[in-house]
């Protein structure tokens, strides 16, 4: 049986890959047009352009990272290891892992768009994790 705690520095390994992933090509595919400026994306662009979408895609995600970072440290600081956790912070990278993809591949304005749901999954996982934590500490 894979341990525990491997599987959740693994996961966690993975979405700061997944994290670097996302910042790179937002700011490569940005970079390549005409005219970019450093540091400020076009206020014209939307949902049709993929430089929207990637840059879309990076900051979503990184206003998501504070709570699921923060949680998983906080857990490795209290040693806390849990079956329900783990799978949490997998089924959180997954969801997330589904999200970016859907935000790359799909131009829509519509809501909810199919990322949502991705994104509601991660917010779930990330709130059980919150939970779990907060009870190992009562």
């Not at 997944?18 to 206020?43: H, Y």
């Not at 900051?59 to 970072?69: A, D, H, K, Y």
């Amino acid at each position: 049986m894979i341990d525990l705690a491997y599987s959740v520095y693994t996961a966690f390994y993975l979405y700061l890959v997944m994290l670097l992933v996302q910042w790179m090509v937002a700011t490569f595919s940005k970079a390549k047009q005409p005219n970019a400026i450093p540091g400020k994306i076009d206020e014209n662009l939307s949902h049709d352009s993929f430089v929207f979408r990637a840059h879309r895609t990076f900051q979503n995600t990184l206003e998501n990272s504070t709570l699921f970072v923060g949680t998983v440290l906080f857990a490795f600081v209290l040693n806390y290891q849990s079956p329900i956790f783990a799978v949490c912070v997998w089924m959180y990278l997954i969801a997330r892992v589904m999200h970016m993809a859907l935000y790359y591949a799909i131009s829509t304005e519509k809501n909810p768009s199919p990322r949502t749901y991705f994104f509601l999954i991660g917010l779930l996982a990330n709130v059980v994790m919150l939970v779990l934590v907060g009870l190992r500490l009562f």
